[in-house]
C-alpha cells in the first residue's frame, strides 16, 4: 500500500488559458492595440459584419483580423480583399479559439509587421454560442452577435455567451418584416441577465445601424489609445 | 475544456519534483458554465488514455445558480433556460454567488514508494 496524498488546488480549470489570456493581453497593450473578440453561432453575419467594419475604418485604424475557422481558409479570404492582415487560424476539430492559438495569430503578427502601427485587432471566433464564452484568447471586448432569424428565447438557452458579452449585435434586422419575432423581446432576454451591454441592432445589408457599432469600435479604440500614451509616458 | 482541464493538472504535476501518481481528480462546477459533467467525464476517461492520468478518476460535484437580488435583499435560484430575473421584483440577474465556478478543487496522489 502507498499512503495517498491530497493536494487542494483551488485554481480555475481554464488556468493555464486564462494565464495564456493576460499573456496575450499585456501584448496588446504593450502595442496600444485593442482586441475583440467577435462571437456568434454560426452564420450569424460575423464576417459579413468584419467586412463592413473594414471598409468603414480601415482608413482610420489601423486594423489586422485574426480568423478562426475550423477547416478552410474561407473567411479569411473574403477578408484579405480588405487589403488588411489577416492571419487565419485552423482550429482543427475545436470548436473555439483558446489563447494558445490566438498567440500564434499574434506571433505571425509580431513577425511579419510592426504590431506597433496597429490600433485594433479583431479575432473571428469559430461560430458557436456556447464554448468561446468560457475561452478568453485576450480580448478587452467581448462583442456577441444575434441574428433575429434565431429567435428570442437563444439568450436564455445560452446565457453564458450573452452575460458575458460588453457589445451585442443583433444582425439580420431588415429581415424582420418577414419574420415572426419581437426585438424588443429578444433585448428583454438579455438584459435578463446582463443589464448594462451595450446592445446594437443592425443589418449588414442595409447598413442600418452600422453606424453606431462603428462609433462604439472608434470610442472604445481612442479610450485605449489614450491609455497607452500614459502607459507609455510613465 | 477536456483540454484546458488536462492542461492544468499538468501545470501542476510537472511543478512536482517527484511527479507523483495521481488518484483522483475532483472539479467543482457550476450548473451556469458552458461545462456537461456527463460529456466533460467520457471526455477526460478518453483523452487521458495512455498518459500520465490514465489511473485517475475525475470526481464532479456540480454546483447551483444562485443570484442575489439586491433590490429583494435576498437569495434566489434562476430557472436556467427560462427566467434569470429575479422572480419577486423582475430586477436583472446581476449578482451571481454560485453556478460559475471550474474549479479544480483537489487532486489525490500518491508516490511509488514500494518499489
Keep these: 500500500m502507498h499512503q495517498t496524498f491530497d493536494a487542494v488546488l483551488g485554481i480555475n480549470l481554464l488556468h493555464v488559458n486564462q494565464q495564456g489570456a493576460d499573456h496575450n493581453r499585456a501584448h496588446f497593450d504593450k502595442w496600444g492595440i485593442i482586441c475583440f473578440n467577435i462571437m456568434s453561432s454560426p452564420g450569424a453575419g460575423k464576417t459579413a459584419l468584419l467586412e463592413r467594419t473594414l471598409v468603414a475604418l480601415s482608413h482610420e485604424l489601423k486594423i489586422a483580423v485574426i480568423e478562426g475557422d475550423m477547416t478552410t481558409d474561407l473567411d479569411a479570404e473574403r477578408l484579405r480583399k480588405y487589403g488588411v492582415p489577416v492571419i487565419a487560424i485552423n482550429t482543427g476539430r475545436s470548436c473555439h479559439l483558446d489563447s494558445k492559438m490566438v498567440a500564434g495569430g499574434i506571433h505571425q503578427l509580431e513577425h511579419e509587421y510592426n504590431p506597433s502601427d496597429f490600433d485594433l485587432v479583431l479575432v473571428e471566433n469559430v461560430g458557436n454560442l456556447v464554448c468561446p464564452a468560457e475561452f478568453e484568447v485576450g480580448e478587452h471586448a467581448k462583442v456577441a452577435l444575434l441574428s433575429i432569424t434565431e429567435g428570442e428565447d437563444k439568450p436564455l438557452k445560452y446565457p453564458i455567451m450573452f452575460q458575458e458579452a460588453d457589445c451585442l449585435l443583433i444582425t439580420k434586422i431588415d429581415l424582420a418584416p418577414y419574420l415572426d419575432i419581437d426585438i424588443s423581446r429578444i433585448e428583454a432576454n438579455i438584459r435578463q441577465m446582463n443589464p448594462n451591454v451595450e446592445i446594437i441592432s443592425v443589418s449588414t445589408k442595409t447598413g442600418e445601424g452600422l453606424e453606431v457599432w462603428f462609433d462604439w469600435v472608434r470610442r472604445r479604440a481612442t479610450a485605449s489609445q489614450e491609455t497607452s500614451q500614459v502607459f507609455q509616458q510613465h | ?115
Design chain 2, 1 to 115: 475544456m477536456t483540454k484546458a482541464l488536462i492542461l492544468s493538472v499538468k501545470d501542476w504535476w510537472e511543478s512536482q519534483p517527484e511527479r507523483p501518481e495521481i488518484s483522483q481528480v475532483h472539479l467543482i462546477v457550476g450548473k451556469f458554465t458552458c461545462v456537461e459533467p456527463a460529456s466533460l467525464q467520457f471526455a477526460f476517461e478518453v483523452q487521458t488514455h495512455n498518459t500520465f492520468l490514465e489511473k485517475a478518476k475525475l470526481n464532479i460535484q456540480e454546483t447551483p445558480l444562485i443570484a442575489f437580488c439586491d433590490r429583494c435583499q435576498q437569495e434566489y435560484l434562476p430557472q436556467i433556460g427560462l427566467q434569470y430575473s429575479c422572480p419577486e421584483c423582475n430586477s436583472p440577474m446581476e449578482d451571481i454567488r454560485s453556478g460559475r465556478e471550474l474549479k479544480i478543487d483537489r487532486i489525490e496522489y500518491a508516490y511509488a514508494s514500494n518499489i
